[in-house]
């Protein structure tokens, strides 16, 4: 472009640039994030650059022909309010195309998002503090359930099939994965993992609160007792909400999700903990 600024895909080594921005605005993304982001759709990552500096990042990542993720949406702070924001964010619109687009947005920002053609759904809000549990057994490694198993599950919490993202997020190393099996099913599921600051659990799915709390308590054991612990619950869940009160959790940090059109039928019922606010 003539003033210097250009837009293009990052390489998958350039996510973690997008991660490390996330982490000075207080987003706390986990520290093997960025891998597990770059199995979907690598040209959904894209970055804004001011003569060859990084100045702008943002992703909006397509799942498949019907909806996309947006995330990363982060302009260098001694770059703001010069218009970069809104070229980079027309870019990732555009990769888009006719998709449905969801995001969690921050508060500050969600006005801004209205104006673009997105709905509120709901209320995210992240709740961490120390948790004390007691070790539960019983419980099969994620990575031992079979693959397509996991995937219908998903399918009931998730706008879109992420069978290679759910792959990754599951075999980390470092990330921890369980399941609950109840009557040959899954009853209960998640993952934890290592972040800037503790540890977060995400997703946590289950049936019922009684299954939660045995999932929230096994994968909450992994941060050892001294470390705080993150949920990102969706506040139309009571029963999450009141998971996260009960174990002392206090709301750290609020976003809200929002999508330009339809999405299939959720059981938000069943999220205890959200994924990811990057990609879903």
Known sequence: ????????????????????????????????????????????????ELDGKPAATISCVNYDDSFAFLGFYIVRPDLRGRGYGLRIWNAAMTHAGARTVGLDGVVAQQENYKKSGFQLAYPNIRYGGIVQTDPVYDLTPLALIEPAVVQADDATVFPAPRAAFLHAWIHTLLHVGLALKRDGGLAAWGVIRPCRDGFK??????????????????????????????????????????????HGLEPVFETARMYTGPIRPLRLDRVFGVTTFELG
């Open 201 to 246: 659990i995400g997703p946590l799915v289950a049936d019922d609160r009684a299954a939660a709390e045995i999932m929230f308590s096994a994968l909450a054991s992994f941060a050892a007792g001294n470390h705080e612990v993150f949920l990102d619950v969706p506040s139309v869940n009571r029963d999450a909400v009141a998971l996260a009160q009960d």
């Open 1 to 48: 472009m003539a003033d210097g600024f250009h837009i293009r895909p990052m390489r998958p080594d350039e996510i973690a640039l997008a991660a490390d921005w996330a982490a000075a605005e207080g987003w706390n993304p986990g520290h093997a994030d960025a891998k597990c982001f770059a199995t979907v759709d690598p040209q959904g990552f894209l970055i804004g």
